[in-house]
């Protein structure tokens, strides 16, 4: 079976490696924070323009806290779109707030213009998610939201590698989420996720949110979470971040093909459109028959995905509680949509063979 994901290739090829790098961890006996975890957060600082780095448990912890970091409270609306993984409404929900859901464009971002319709008086933040990897028109958004003072959050969990006019996403807005779920570009062996701000206000506010809202041992100045990064994590985390370019660059490379080889069927080419600056975290294209497509290509040996079937408006979760929200395009596009396997571990001969069984499956 050709897999949609390479999680487990990637932990077999860097065993050495970790256990090499966690030898000396184990050593050192910090587990939480310390070394291995400044070595990263510098890394990480590195990649976002110098940007602040405060890496946490997850990137959920991380838009929970950019949420109460620009000042979000109990009963304040917060935009986002609904084609996400839930974790970015949820993340609203947390904080108190009322998620408001906007549609997205034909390349299944959220814009300036989705975003528009639905802002009111109780606007306090909106969610930019640069889903897929994908960047989101960042400039026009911020300019409106700053104008209404609005805060600009950016959902950077799918985004390590993105890039607006050649700058990593994450520091368009006031604060960023990113996420080192396994699963991402850049995943550890558990979860992780780190915010990225240029504020030192809202960096130092967050350090002491992540660990109890402590200022030191003893003194609290707020009631915080617990969400460190442990040192295990980051030590992985360190080993992969010498490979990430070269990751990148092979995604890149994989969707280029595609692109040229799918550009005349009728899934066409990637939903983005060959967008600059994509991260290619998935390639998505799109059928009128995409369960019939999904289980031909599973019948060939080619595993698929749908990312995600159900938009969160259509999810039990936001029908048990709130009103009932149309979002034509986005509605549209849950129903078509299937996430080819885009890569590292695919070899040539793995990719030609996607392509080449989507190419038959549009003369069928
Ligand atoms: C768009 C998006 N937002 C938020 C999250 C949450 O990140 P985490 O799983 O690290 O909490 C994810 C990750 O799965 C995601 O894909």
Partial sequence: MIRCNDVQEQAQDLTEA?????????????????????????????????????????????????????????????????????????????????????????????SLQTIEPVLSDRTKAVVTVHLRGRPVDMVPITAACRARDIAVIEDCAQAIGTLIEGRQVGTFGDAAAFSFHPLKTLGGLGDGGALVTTSTKIAEYVRG??????????????????????????????????????????????????????????????????????????????????????????????QTAVHYPTPIHCQRAWLASRSAVSLPVTERLAKEILTLPCHPHLSDSDVEKIAVAIRDFDLK
């Fill in 18 to 110: 970790f256990f090499e790098q966690w030898r000396n961890v184990l050593s050192t006996g910090d587990f939480i924070l310390g070394e291995e975890v400044t070595r990263f957060e510098t890394w990480l600082s590195g990649r976002c323009n110098g940007a602040q780095i405060v890496s946490m448990n997850s990137g959920t912890d991380a838009l929970i806290l950019a949420m109460r970091a620009v000042g979000v409270r109990a009963g304040d609306e917060v935009i986002t779109c609904a084609n996400t993984f839930i974790a970015t409404v949820g993340a609203i929900v947390a904080v108190g707030a009322y998620p408001v859901l906007a549609d997205v464009e034909e390349d299944e971002l959220i």
């Fill in 209 to 302: 949110l992540r660990n109890h809202g402590l200022r030191s041992r003893d003194e609290a100045f707020g009631f915080g979470l617990n969400t460190r990064l442990d040192a295990l994590q980051a030590a992985a985390l360190n080993i992969k971040t010498h490979y990430l370019d070269l990751w990148l660059q092979r995604r890149r490379a994989i969707a280029t093909y595609y692109d040229a080889v799918l550009a005349d069927t009728t899934t066409g080419s990637d939903l983005g459109r060959g967008k600059a600056g994509s991260a290619y975290y998935h390639y998505v294209v799109r059928s009128h028959r995409r369960n019939e497509l999904q289980q031909y290509l599973a019948h060939k040996g080619i």
